[in-house]
């Protein structure tokens, strides 16, 4: 998976934001990305994560995988802190994948889904 860069505050309160990149304007998300991140999350100031399209949206299917884990660390680690997600996808096209059951919010088109 590929990513633009992590950024602060989109969402309400104090969000650490990933924004999902295609391969030819991106940066390859590997494990010191994912530390920055787990690194902002552990702040108590810092109330979750969203993760939003740049390019690309998060559910296409090349970063899905890297997705789900990514989103089964944060519960496992910080289940106090939410997750949230911006997609194009209909949610039927959506609702079967694993990484919809870490998710709090789900932004679908504009529309916001609260999922738990």
């Not at 989109?10 to 530390?35: C, D, K, M, P, Y």
């Not at 680690?77 to 939410?82: G, H």
């Amino acid at each position: 998976m590929y990513y633009f860069d992590i950024l602060h505050n989109q969402g309400e309160g104090n969000r650490v934001v990933l924004q999902v990149a295609s391969r030819f304007n991106g940066i390859t998300f590997g494990g010191e990305e994912a530390a920055d991140i787990f690194q902002e999350l552990s702040e108590d100031e810092v109330d979750g994560l969203t993760i939003t399209g740049y390019e690309t949206d998060p559910f296409m299917s090349r970063n899905v995988p890297l997705l789900t884990e990514l989103c089964k660390a944060c519960k496992e680690d910080y289940p106090e802190k939410t997750i949230w997600c911006v997609t194009d996808f209909s949610f039927e096209d959506i609702k079967g994948l694993d990484m919809i059951r870490y998710l709090d919010v789900l932004y679908i088109q504009g529309e916001m889904k609260k999922i738990s």
